[in-house]
């Protein structure tokens, strides 16, 4: 049995949980978040605890179960505490910006690079180091990686965009093999 998967997923009494034709809906502070449970996964919610269950032991199924275990703790760890990414930018002249409900980036192109916030996600800038914060952990994956993807790191010079805490790997120049 997947290790993961069997682990029960408890929850806050601030927290509604509802099942409906194969659709998880979880409510809390944060805000409100929706799956769609595939068929051969079975999900109980009995008082202030989640369980996931499989309907056999076949490999797909196998899989399947440890994700939406996985899923569905990040909807409830989302709703009530959120998840946040913080961003670092290095480069002379490279910068974040806010303007409104969009985020500007000065990344060293001939223009400047807009991006629309969505919903769902807030936004803080800070000299060098954008935090993006969000109740869905995918989206805000997504979104943190279309940013970073503007412009990633470089291994000579570091200059680019990284995750706070990323390791960079540094390669030498040509003036190191002299």
């Known amino acids: 049995m ?6 029960p997923i408890p929850f806050d009494s601030k927290v509604e949980v509802s099942l409906k ?22 999900v ?3 008082k202030n605890v989640i369980t996931v269950e499989r309907a056999d032991d076949e490999k797909a199924t196998k899989a399947l179960h440890g994700l939406f275990r996985a899923l569905i703790h990040n909807m409830v760890t989302g709703v009530t505490t959120g998840f946040s990414r913080v961003l670092e930018v290095k480069g ?5 910006e806010m303007k409104g409900n969009k985020l500007s ?17 807030t936004a803080e800038v800070k000299p060098g180091e954008l935090t993006l914060t969000a109740a869905d952990k995918q989206l805000l994956g997504d979104f943190s990686s279309k940013i970073k993807a503007l412009r990633p790191v470089e291994p000579y010079k570091a200059k680019g965009i990284s995750y706070r805490g990323q390791v960079i790997r540094r390669k030498a120049g040509k003036a190191a093999g002299k």
């Open 105 to 121: 980036f000065l990344l060293g192109f001939s223009h400047p690079v807009e991006f629309d916030i969505p919903k769902g996600i």
């Open 21 to 42: 034709e194969n659709m998880l809906r979880v409510k809390g502070p944060k805000g409100t978040l929706e799956q769609a449970i595939h068929p051969k996964i079975t």
């Open 44 to 46: 109980r919610i009995e």
């Open 2 to 7: 997947s290790r993961i998967g069997k682990k």
């Open 92 to 96: 002379t002249g490279y910068k974040f």
